[in-house]
């Protein structure tokens, strides 16, 4: 139904409900039967028992699974159950983290769902927004952010910032008139105020015209619903490894078994050493591994403000090459601040940030006393006193230890905000403001006007009319200026010196307001806006700016460093967008500033041709980002997208990785999202990028380690069948190995920090193989060298006693063992062990201390000598160990570094 049409009586009667007293409680439980909740549709949720029984869907797992059922049917019940115990585990973690994420999103939802004030049995309550329905009467003021489509019955100079659903940045004034028109865009139904908008300024009441999915903004969260999620670069590489070391395992198994079987071994005892090499060559612990690595990812991320909705998705942003960001509130603290003023042929400079009021002011590199002004003082008193925001004081506890601390909000414009904190910084206050003067009427401002306007008494009767608006707008009102300490008329070079101060001012990004003020006859009487905005005098000029967050610029240069591009996206004018990517070091010197009209005219194709040289857009509507995601991704980039509008929605779900505003950010931005940023901070991608490349990096580190290993456990197995020697290890010492020494120091690998240079390597190629980067010779060559010294101490040991095979069979198993637990210190760096500081990564040390007490425990516990076949080694075997285990790291290392040396 086209609610604009209709009168008042028309629409209350439509939806049923009585403007004077609103809903009964009975009528209200009634519609939330018949509508549903007031909430946008996020599909149906799967259970927990399905989210569970989809961790085991994974095809390492099933293959996994299949290892247990071949090893139970062996008898070999302590390999089986250790599998599923793994298998089990990581199915667990996995269940536990997403519900977690999805937690972590309710909690934040809950946190930033609307309450509405509703008319309900003739008295006004507040309700979520969750329980109120069509027919309700609502009343919306400065601040609220509106949870349902509303029919304006009323308004004070009422004005919403509804860029999150249109896209238009500046706010709309509102009225409660029908409209007469055929059809109206949603930004030209300005009788109408839609869910997740916000009030800036004014009030009004209206009544529930569309909840839920029947609002404006629930007809786009559903076209979201149908689309699909891209499949991220670590799933498909996992997927590639995984069919690679199935073949690999049973090719060697077989070959392993059938040389043996041949040289005269006992079948069954070769079938068994076969499995047992079969599960071996499978790091059984990878799916583990991937899902911890993440959770982890993920928990440092909510620490750091933020909330991953999917655990791949800070993998996904470890091959990022471009970051398509916002400006305000990302890159920006968006809080509009004044940081000049000019007034009467006098520029001073205002110090402080954010919407603290203290700060100095500062006239030709000098600290001034704004007291010492009177036209200053009537500058910025005069832009409180036209303005309807207030500065608030909260007391919130921050940090550990809960510390109470003061944060100070606006209450209204943020625009108006800033003057009113410039104000502060001069000493004004409400209080004594109020006292000198009071309030007659006010003119709103409009979009057609430019201006706002209120009539104020003074304590000794006398009234004036104050101005704030569009300079250019303001200045073509007044015949007068104040310049030095006179008033005087405004000719045509005083306007050109005004002009030339507010392109100067703009120049430097900075948002003008005009202000100025005209002084009324006794019984002078001004009843419309034109009457009064007439022979002002202009008193000056206040420049704002909404000040970059500190951390940022270091943020991006960071980001440079690390092969990645930053692109900043507003609908600022071009020369704000400019001056802050300036600002930033966003902006290079033959880097493009390209504007929306620019944008629109173009096609993909011809977008694509430039895209690379563009580093800002500017007068950008929210319907071009899927234009530029789209560009981008064609030119082969891994794109990460901010966003927080509705609009938003579509370019966030089609990038690479999508990321939401969790502040300012929509219900639907939210859904379409991969991470969410709890702070609004550019600086928390950052770290994301970084967490992502870290992970990446440690599960390398883990499959380098675990597939070394293995190829060393395999070699050992396979050199001695080839040779024609005894096995030099039994299948149970062999399932103890890969279960237990290899577990521990493996899943420490995950936790393990990043490397020194993690940020100032290029983008990984989302096309990257996992072996990679020489990853595949560093465990071929590590692998066969572990073998080799393994056997090589199996035969030294046998030659002395060819009569104790189990004392050669445990020194062959301690020397195995040893390399290994060498060895993954090795693998904690891309160049070598002498790279990084050992101790660094505490749960990899204590993972091998662990490892070494149990192995130790293995050879010199009796009952367990008994399981393990193994006997205790004496001094003289364990400095043969210690040698031959340290030469394929320690030795191979040092020569390593003499060679780059």
């Known amino acids: 139904m086209n609610w604009y049409k209709l009168e008042e009586q028309e629409v209350t009667s439509s939806v049923g409900t009585n403007i004077e007293k609103g809903l009964t409680e009975k009528e209200v439980d009634k519609r939330l039967k018949k509508y549903g909740e007031n909430k946008l549709d996020e599909g149906k949720r799967p259970s ?85 329905v069509p027919g309700d009467i609502v009343k919306i003021s400065s601040g609220d952010r509106i949870g349902a489509d509303l029919r304006l019955l009323e308004t004070n100079g009422l004005r919403i910032e509804e860029s999150s659903l249109t896209g238009e940045s500046v706010p709309v004034q509102k009225q409660q008139h029908l409209l007469n028109c055929e059809h109206a865009e949603l930004g030209d139904q300005s009788n109408m105020a839609f869910m997740g908008t916000l009030v800036t300024q004014g009030s009004g009441i209206g009544v529930v015209v569309g909840t839920g999915m029947k609002t404006e903004m629930g007809k786009i969260a559903h076209l979201l619903q149908s689309t699909t999620t891209l499949v991220t670069p670590l799933q498909r590489r996992l997927e590639q490894l995984g069919k690679i070391l199935i073949a690999v395992a049973l090719v060697l198994t077989a070959l392993v078994v059938i040389i043996g079987v041949v040289q005269g071994h006992d079948v069954y005892t070769m079938i068994l050493s076969g499995v047992s090499l079969a599960v071996a060559a499978i790091p059984e612990g990878l799916p583990a591994i991937v899902t911890v690595a993440l959770a982890l990812g993920v928990q440092r991320m909510i620490k750091r403000k933020a909330i991953v909705r999917k655990l791949p998705a800070v993998e996904t942003l470890g091959c990022a090459s471009v970051i398509c960001s916002d400006k305000t509130g990302t890159l920006t603290q968006n809080k509009m601040t004044v940081t000049h003023a000019w007034s009467g042929g006098k520029l ?213 460093q690390a092969g990645i591009k930053t692109v900043m996206i507003t609908g600022d004018h071009k020369i704000t967008a400019a001056a802050i990517a300036n600002q930033l070091g966003i902006l290079s010197k033959k880097g493009k500033v390209l504007d929306g009209q620019a944008l629109s005219k173009m096609s993909v194709a011809e977008l694509e041709e430039v895209v690379d040289d563009v580093d800002v857009y500017a007068r950008v509507s929210p319907e071009h980002k899927l234009k530029i995601v789209k560009a981008l991704q064609a030119k082969g980039h891994i794109v990460a997208m901010t966003g927080d509008g509705v609009n938003d929605a579509p370019a966030i779900k089609a990038a690479n990785i999508g990321i939401a505003m969790g502040i300012t950010g929509t219900d639907v931005a939210k859904e379409a999202s991969s991470l969410i940023l709890s702070d609004d901070n550019f600086a928390t991608i950052k770290a994301a990028i970084k967490e992502g490349r870290n992970i990446y990096e440690n599960i390398r580190k883990f499959i380098r380690y675990m597939m070394a290993s293995n190829v060393g456990e395999i070699l050992v197995m396979l050199f001695a069948m080839i040779l024609g020697m005894p096995l030099p290890l039994v299948a149970i010492q062999i399932l103890w190995i890969n279960l237990v020494t290899d577990g521990l120091p493996a899943m420490a690998l995950g936790m393990d920090q990043a490397e020194g240079d993690v940020m100032k390597r290029s983008p990984r190629s989302p096309n990257e193989g996992v072996f990679a980067r020489g990853l595949t010779w560093k465990i071929l060559s590590r692998g066969f060298m572990i073998g080799v010294v393994t056997l090589a101490a199996f035969w030294v040991t046998l030659q002395a006693d060819p009569s104790d095979l189990t004392r050669a069979q445990t020194v062959a198993f301690v020397t195995l063992v040893m390399a290994q637990l060498i060895h993954v210190f090795d693998c904690r760096s891309e160049y070598s062990v002498y790279h990084r500081n050992p101790f660094e990564n505490r749960y990899l040390v204590g993972a091998v201390f662990i490892s070494t007490l149990l192995m130790l425990a293995v050879i010199y516990y009796p009952p367990l000598q008994t399981v393990f076949h193994t006997v205790a080694l004496n001094g003289h075997e364990w400095l043969l160990v210690l040698a031959m285990a340290s030469i394929p790291t320690v030795v191979l290392g040092g020569f390593q570094l003499l060679r780059k040396k």
């Open 48 to 132: 927990a028992l399905f989210v569970f029984l989809g961790q085991f869907k994974d095809f390492m797992v099933l293959v996994l699974l299949a290892a247990t059922f071949i090893s139970g049917m062996l008898g070999e019940y302590i390999d089986a159950i250790t599998i599923m115990i793994i298998v089990l585990l990581n199915g667990i973690l996995g269940f536990v983290q997403e519900r977690k994420a999805e937690k972590s999103l309710d909690a934040l939802k809950e946190l930033s769902a609307p309450q509405m004030q509703v008319l309900r049995q003739g008295e006004w309550k507040k309700v979520l927004s969750a329980h109120v």
């Open 348 to 560: 001073w400079e205002i110090t402080g940030g954010g919407y603290e009021p203290s700060g100095t002011f500062i006239q030709n590199g000098k600290k001034v006393e704004p007291t010492s002004d009177r036209k200053l003082q009537q500058l910025l008193s005069y832009g409180w006193l036209c303005n309807n925001a207030n500065l608030l004081e909260k007391t919130v506890k921050q940090g550990m230890l809960r510390k109470q601390v003061t944060e100070y909000v606006i209450d209204g414009d943020p625009t108006e905000g800033a003057l009113v904190v410039a104000s502060m910084k001069a000493g004004y206050t409400k209080k004594g403001l109020d006292k000198h003067f009071s309030r007659v009427l006010e003119f709103p401002f409009d979009s057609g006007r430019k201006m706002m306007s209120v009539i104020v008494k003074d304590q000794k009767g006398r009234s004036y009319v104050i101005t704030k608006g569009a300079p250019d707008v303001v200045l073509e009102r007044c015949n007068k200026l104040v310049y030095g300490i006179n008033e005087e008329a405004l000719t045509s070079r005083r306007r050109t010196e005004v002009e030339g101060v507010i392109d100067q001012l703009a120049g430097s990004a900075l948002r003008t307001i005009a202000i100025a003020y005209r002084p009324l006859h006794d019984k002078e009487v001004c009843k419309q806006p034109f009457e009064a905005e007439r022979g002002l005098t202009f008193i000056g000029l206040q420049g704002m700016i909404d000040p970059p967050r500190p951390e940022v610029k270091d943020s991006i240069i960071e980001c440079r």
